[in-house]
């Protein structure tokens, strides 16, 4: 039957005189059009002999960029160590401990103080679990094509997250020393690890979608519930280690001296230790231009838990993101930051510059979307979280370059990178910043009712 229908097709597109490209398809004619566009002239056999031997950016790397790679900043708010986040979509929760650690080594004059990734990461992963149950029992009586429902089993889980889930996690469980939860193969590399979970809470996903339509008690949805992440508590257990209720540490002063030994809960600790309020004291920023600034908006299931807060920002330009970016590091005080990191890095050199590479002569096209046109598009989006820790201003006290704190262990500059100005215009997406840094004109935002967006839109984007 199928080849009668192809067969009819043929004959109908030759009974109308129309050609295969008439009808989208690419007919010889137009290929040997195709074929044209490669002369094999010189030109062409010598960049397609170089590029067959040598990657696209390094042929492409742009001799005429301007100098960047200086870690020479106006303002610049001292590294207390570079992490490492190795095979792993943790950044976001790298970033927002490093700052954390930060605050509370210079808060207590501590000696050398890391936070344990592992211990939050634990934590983070059985909440999503539980998110993902939740958000099946509450779509049940949707039919599985739905966007939403479609949605949920493409994503059931990932170790990609953003700031206010790891803001709802601290508040919730606290944080601990590193050495008491200390990282093992499956937090750092958790490739492994993320998929079989995933592939476990599609198949309780089913099941619970399969109780309800059958009728199953609430009671009874809610016990299953439990027993599904009881499962999955024992599966991060088995590869993560299990996270302490309590643990003895030891504290030193700056100078290495001991003050003190005490038992602490996790959350005791982050109480004594810390103490800031991660919710309510930082403002989320977003640069989106495909949508009106000076407004709220609301992303759906974008958060960690259940009970969590979904990811809320201020969306403004970039000008004003400086700004407030500026006076933060005036005084000293690091952020997070995320940004779309794997475009124009020169990973060499860890340097972000719009100017790294000129791909439209070696290619002899042009690659002219704006921000606005790449977000749409799905061409760029939020993709790595990181601590913005210093800025360089020219006399005018515009900013030049920044600098940036990465989580990729020991590397160029440092381990840091160095970001244009130009590129964080262009790149840059996501900034949390203290509220005492924050004009009240746009405080004020945040009392308005923010527009929701679904969770599939190009905003939802786990930094990894």
């Known amino acids: ?107 207590n004059n501590l000696g050398e103080l890391k936070l344990s990734q592992n211990y939050n990461f634990f934590y983070d992963q059985l909440e999503k679990a539980n998110l993902f149950l939740q958000a099946i029992i509450e779509t049940a009586k949707e039919p599985m094509d739905s966007r939403r429902v479609e949605w949920l089993f493409k994503n059931p889980l990932s170790d990609g997250g953003q700031y206010t889930g790891l803001s709802d996690n601290i508040t919730k469980y ?9 990282e093992t193969f499956s937090s750092n590399s958790t490739s492994r690890l993320s998929n079989l979970v995933s592939l476990k809470l599609r198949e309780d996903g089913l099941k619970l979608r399969s109780m309800i339509a059958s009728g199953a008690k609430a009671k009874q949805i809610d016990e299953t519930r439990e027993k599904m992440l009881g499962e999955i508590y024992r599966m991060l257990a088995l590869t993560l280690g299990v996270p302490p209720t309590q643990f003895t540490w030891t504290r030193r002063d700056a100078k290495g001296n001991t003050v003190d030994t005490r038992t602490y809960t996790p959350q005791e600790f982050y109480r004594e230790y810390a103490g ?45 993101i400086k700004e407030m970016a500026i006076a933060s590091l005036k005084d000293s005080t690091m952020m997070y930051f995320s940004c779309d990191v794997g475009k124009f890095f020169d990973r060499e050199k860890g340097v972000l510059d719009v100017d790294n590479f000129d791909y439209e002569s070696l290619f002899g096209t042009t690659f ?41 262990g020991p590397g160029a500059n440092g381990g840091h990178l160095i970001m244009t100005d130009p590129w964080m215009d262009e790149y840059m997406f996501r900034l949390v910043v203290n509220r005492k840094y924050v004009p009240a004109k746009i405080l004020d935002i945040l009392k308005q009712k923010p527009t929701v967006l679904p969770a599939w839109d190009p905003m939802f984007a786990p930094e990894h």
């Not at 000076?294 to 807060?309: F, M, V, W």
């Open 1 to 107: 039957m199928k080849r009668i229908v192809t067969f009819f097709a043929a004959a109908m597109t030759v009974a109308l005189g129309l050609s295969a490209a008439d009808n989208g398809g690419i007919s010889p004619q137009m290929m040997e059009r195709l074929r044209a566009n490669y002369t094999n002239a010189p030109a062409d056999r010598a960049l397609r002999n170089a590029l067959n031997a040598t990657s696209i950016d390094k042929l492409a790397a742009n001799a005429e960029a301007r100098p960047a790679n200086t870690d020479h900043m106006t303002y610049r708010v001292k590294s207390r160590g570079i992490t490492d986040q190795k095979s792993s979509g943790r950044c976001w929760l790298f970033t927002g401990l490093n700052v954390l650690r930060s605050q509370m080594m210079a808060k």
């Open 368 to 408: 002219g979307m704006n921000k606005a046109d790449r977000i749409r598009t799905g061409a760029s989006a939020s993709s790595h979280a990181m601590t913005l820790v210093g800025v360089d201003l020219d006399k005018a006290g515009k900013p030049q370059r920044w600098l940036i704190e990465n989580s990729w």
């Open 174 to 182: 606290g944080v601990v020393p590193a050495e008491i939860m200390p």
């Open 276 to 320: 800031n309020n991660l919710k309510d004291d930082y403002v989320m920023l977003m640069n989106d231009p495909t949508r009106p600034y000076h407004a709220l908006y609301e992303i759906d299931l974008d958060r960690h838990a259940y009970d969590g807060q979904n990811w809320t920002y201020i969306n403004l330009p970039m000008e004003e």
